[in-house]
T-cell receptor, first 111, second 115 residues
Framework: TQLLEQSPQFLSIQEGENLTVYCNSSSVFSSLQWYRQEPGEGPVLLVTVVTGGEVKKLKRLTFQFGDARKDSSLHITAAQPGDTGLYLC???????????FGQGTELSVKP | GAVVSQHPSWVICKSGTSVKIECRSLDFQATTMFWYRQFPKKSLMLMATSNEGSKATYEQGVEKDKFLINHASLTLSTLTVTSAHPEDSSFYICSEGKGASYEQYFGPGTRLTVT
């Protein structure tokens, strides 16, 4: 059972386009994190959202946590080739620090 | 943020041998570390949670006797793949947990190839 559904799993777009990645669950999370991973490297934390309805911006990236803390989205404006990578959402449920990961979104931005 | 190192970054071993992977916290003493396995183009699969001074907690389906985890000091956790087989070939990543929001900081990963 996948507790955190992430979509789309693959996305190939042209430089300058906008995109949104979604993570959805029927469960409530105490916090949700977004990570970005490049091939052959470990994931790097981008942001943590904690409060329902919270919106955080990181340059061209906008992260939102759903009001009920069950879902989240990542929106990238004017994507650049450097945004290429695997994006992972992960939710925490106060279970000893364990995270539940989504399936990941493989993003390719072509110049 | 926290910094985690892993060693080795890649290793090739023969079938039947054992391989040890080290995960080290560099900037603060991590009580809890996590070990993941990742297949190409796939998400992370949690293998076990490692706490300093106690036995690791393994996820369902992960063989404890095959994937030995030791967390003898606050800064070091090790994963030993015993009697490795080609199907154990994978990317293994560790992380340390931090903060009330359960953020995790990941090591750079270890690519294991079993021939």
């Amino acid at each position: 059972t996948q507790l955190l559904e992430q979509s789309p799993q693959f996305l190939s777009i042209q430089e300058g386009e906008n995109l949104t990645v979604y993570c959805n669950s029927s469960s409530v999370f105490s916090s949700l994190q977004w990570y970005r991973q490049e091939p052959g490297e470990g994931p790097v934390l981008l942001v943590t959202v904690v409060t329902g309805g919270e919106v955080k911006k990181l340059k061209r990236l906008t992260f939102q946590f759903g009001d009920a803390r069950k879902d989240s989205s990542l929106h990238i404006t004017a994507a650049q080739p450097g945004d290429t990578g695997l994006y992972l959402c992960a939710g925490a449920r106060n279970q000893g620090g364990k995270l539940i990961f989504g399936q990941g979104t493989e993003l390719s931005v072509k110049p | 943020g926290a910094v985690v190192s892993q060693h080795p970054s890649w290793v090739i071993c023969k079938s039947g041998t054992s391989v040890k992977i080290e995960c080290r916290s560099l900037d603060f003493q991590a009580t809890t570390m996590f070990w993941y396995r990742q297949f190409p183009k796939k998400s992370l699969m949690l293998m076990a949670t490692s706490n300093e001074g106690s036995k690791a907690t393994y996820e369902q389906g992960v063989e404890k006797d095959k994937f030995l985890i030791n967390h003898a000091s606050l800064t070091l956790s090790t994963l030993t793949v015993t009697s490795a087989h080609p199907e154990d070939s994978s990317f293994y990543i560790c992380s340390e947990g931090k903060g009330a929001s359960y953020e995790q900081y990941f090591g750079p990963g270890t690519r294991l190839t079993v021939t």
